[in-house]
């Protein structure tokens, strides 16, 4: 638990001193009582007295007072709450480099029966969208509810040459935001003129559309995601660093997924070969800037791993939220129980 203002939480030393007074005020009230009551009927008061039944009361109200003091605090805990992930964009690599055997049967198969897995696993109300890249990248499914329509583009997965990790990020982000217009061909994607932007030097046109909106907090959209798999190094496109920075501005959090042996595997087709690597710095910075976690798959039942765990995360997350309230109830519902149980003990209100 944290507080937003943990200096008032020096409130509670008063505590102690509430409890002394108490003390006091006690051994002052027996010795009033023996200095003008008859001593026999003092005596027999005390032996038929409410006993401990009387500080009962009292010691309720002194942990009411506590939690208020610590309600002023403002304190915040960190809840299991259940999200409202609306839309979930599977961007999936499909170079060359997904033949590789390393992860049995191979990559590509692997990342495809774990795909399936993790649609069958959403909830209904989620939609998810894949996103294919290689040498480019394409919207194969827009966001759906319908898992047939799902499965199927997965199964219609075609492994083609390079990667382009950015051009993934970029046409997941567009899935996401269809109004935000990315120069996929450029090394630095920033927003192309006409969507608010222009070239320096240029004077803009009359009519200009307005500037995008401001950079938000890192991961503060709270109704979509991108799931980033992919094997390698990027080979061409736009920067994955600079895209992922796109994505941080917009609030979208990108889960990136390593497949693939740190040592990687030499693959080749129609002539060339090259040895594979998991460019696996890349995607923890993507994954860091934009608010995500990365994740790395080894194996066909690590990758499968990983998505369990994604989908545990879709469905419910840890957030730090205020509880002031819950304090503040606490101390009332206290008080409460302390004047019902002096009114029903000794027919007063403490």
Known sequence: MSFQWPELLWGLALLPLLVAAYAWLQRRRKRLALRYANLSLVREALARGPGWRRHVPPALILVAIALMIVATARPEGEVTLPTKQETIVVAMDVSGSMRATDVQPSRIVAAQEAARAFVGDQPATTRIGIVTFAGTAALVQAPTHSREDLLAAIDRFQLQRGTAVGSGILVSLKTILPDVEFD????????????????????????????????????????AVIILLTDGQ????????????????????????GIGTPQGEIVGAEGWSMRV??????????????????????????????????????????KSIEITALFAAAAALITILAAALSVLWFHRIL
Do not use: H, Q
């Open 234 to 257: 990027t080979t061409t496109g736009p920067d994955p660093i600079e895209s992922a920075k796109m994505a941080a501005e917009r609030g979208v959090r990108v889960y990136t997924v």
């Open 277 to 318: 690597r998991l460019d696996e710095d890349a995607l923890k910075n993507i994954a860091n800037l934009t608010r995500g976690e990365y994740f790395y798959a080894g194996t066909a039942s690590d990758l499968k791993k990983v998505y369990e765990a994604l989908n545990t995360r879709f469905t419910f997350e840890k």
């Open 184 to 223: 996929l061909r450029s090394n630095n994607p920033r927003p192309k003129p006409g969507d608010g932007s222009r070239a320096l030097g240029t004077t803009p046109p009359k009519d200009t559309p307005k500037a995008p909106p401001a950079p938000v907090e890192p991961g503060s959209m709270g109704s």
